[in-house]
C-alpha cells in the first residue's frame, strides 16, 4: 500500500483555470505539508497542516488555499492558475510530536500553458 | 530561523570512487537532521537521519552521514558509489515550531556517478 498518494500525477491546464490536487496517507500521522519543488529543484514549503488546523502558511499567494477533510487528506486548491505557479508539488506527512521524518507522495507535476 | 546550505550543487564522481556531499545548517535550537534522496521523476526517499546520540548515522544503501555540532555540519558520505547512486540528494533540517517540525531544505545536491 503506497503511504502518501497524490492524484493526479501529472497536471497540464491553461492559464486562469481552477484545479485541485488531492492527498491521502494512511500512516496515522496528524501532520501534513504541501511543498513546491521549482525547475531548479528548490524545495519550499508552502503549508502544514496539523491536527486540521493550519499551522504554518507561508507567503504564498492567496490563490493557493490548502483543505483538509480529516486528518489523513490534505488537498490542495490553485485558483486562477499563471504560468508561474507550473512546478511539482509534493504532500507529506508525519508525526507532529516526534521530530521523524517526513514521508512523501510522488509528486505532481503541474505545468500551466 | 533555521536554513540549510549545501555547497556543492553537482558532483560527478566516478563509479567505485568515495564522495561525499556536503551540508551545513544554522538554527538557535536544537535540531533534527536527514539526508533524502530524489531520483528523476519520483519523490524523496530518506536515506538517514540524526535525531540524538551517536554522531555517526548508518542508512540506506550504504550511506552514512556525521554530525558535527561545533562546525554545524552533517556531510553524507559513501565509501564506493554505483550508477545507480546517480540522483539529487537533500540535506535538510527540522526544529520544533509552532507544534510541529517543519523541515527546511538545502538546494539539494546533483550526484552524477560517471561509469
Known amino acids: 500500500d503506497t503511504a502518501v498518494s497524490q492524484t493526479p500525477k501529472y497536471l497540464v491546464t491553461q492559464m486562469g483555470n481552477d484545479k485541485s490536487i488531492k492527498c491521502e496517507q494512511n500512516?496515522?500521522?496528524?501532520?501534513m505539508y504541501w511543498y513546491k519543488q521549482d525547475s531548479k529543484k528548490f524545495l519550499k514549503i508552502m503549508f502544514s497542516?496539523?491536527?486540521?488546523?493550519?499551522?504554518i502558511n507561508e507567503t504564498v499567494p492567496n490563490r493557493f488555499s490548502p483543505k483538509s477533510p480529516d486528518k489523513a487528506h490534505l488537498n490542495l486548491h490553485i485558483n486562477s492558475l499563471e504560468l508561474g505557479d507550473s512546478a511539482v508539488y509534493f504532500c507529506?506527512?508525519?508525526?507532529?510530536?516526534?521530530?521523524?521524518?517526513?514521508?512523501f507522495g510522488q509528486g505532481t507535476r503541474l505545468t500551466v500553458v | 530561523a533555521q536554513s540549510v546550505t549545501q555547497l556543492d550543487s553537482q558532483v560527478p564522481v566516478f563509479e567505485e570512487a568515495p564522495v561525499e556531499l556536503r551540508c551545513n545548517y544554522s538554527?538557535?535550537?536544537?535540531?533534527?537532521l536527514f539526508w533524502y534522496v530524489q531520483y528523476p521523476n519520483q519523490g524523496l526517499q530518506l536515506l538517514l537521519k540524526?535525531?540524538?546520540?551517536?554522531?555517526l548515522v548508518k542508512g540506506i544503501n550504504g550511506f552514512e552521514a556525521e554530525f558535527n555540532k561545533s562546525q554545524t555540519s552533517f556531510h553524507l558520505r559513501k565509501p564506493s558509489v554505483h550508477i545507480s547512486d546517480t540522483a539529487e540528494y537533500f540535506c535538510?533540517?527540522?526544529?520544533?515550531?509552532?507544534?510541529?517540525?517543519?523541515?527546511?531544505f538545502g538546494k539539494g545536491t546533483k550526484l552524477s556517478v560517471i561509469p
Open positions: 507529506a506527512s508525519s508525526h507532529s510530536d516526534r521530530g521523524t521524518e517526513a514521508f
Open positions: 500512516l496515522g500521522h496528524d501532520t
Open positions: 497542516y496539523n491536527n486540521k488546523e493550519l499551522i
Open positions: 538554527s538557535s535550537v536544537s535540531v533534527y
Open positions: 540524526y535525531l540524538s546520540g551517536s554522531t
Open positions: 535538510a533540517v527540522s526544529e520544533n515550531g509552532a507544534g510541529s517540525y517543519q523541515l527546511t
